[in-house]
């Protein structure tokens, strides 16, 4: 199995839930995401890398 990496900026936060613009393909819009599963300390225009189904600031 193949897991592919993925580079996001936060557009904006409302509230328990963000919404991710990918960085590394710009054209496959947004998507929201529950803030639980993002790390505590995000704030909009946060950088997060998705990798092995988890999030991390970079």
């Known amino acids: 199995m193949i897991l592919e990496t ?3 900026v936060v557009t ?3 509230g328990d839930y963000a919404h991710l613009k990918r960085t590394d393909a710009p ?3 947004e998507k929201l995401v529950a803030r639980a599963l993002l ?3 995000i704030v909009e225009g946060s950088r997060l890398k998705y990798e092995m189904l988890g999030y991390e600031i970079i």
């Open 6 to 8: 993925m580079f996001y």
């Open 12 to 14: 904006k936060i409302d």
């Open 27 to 29: 054209s496959d819009g």
């Open 39 to 41: 790390p505590a300390e």
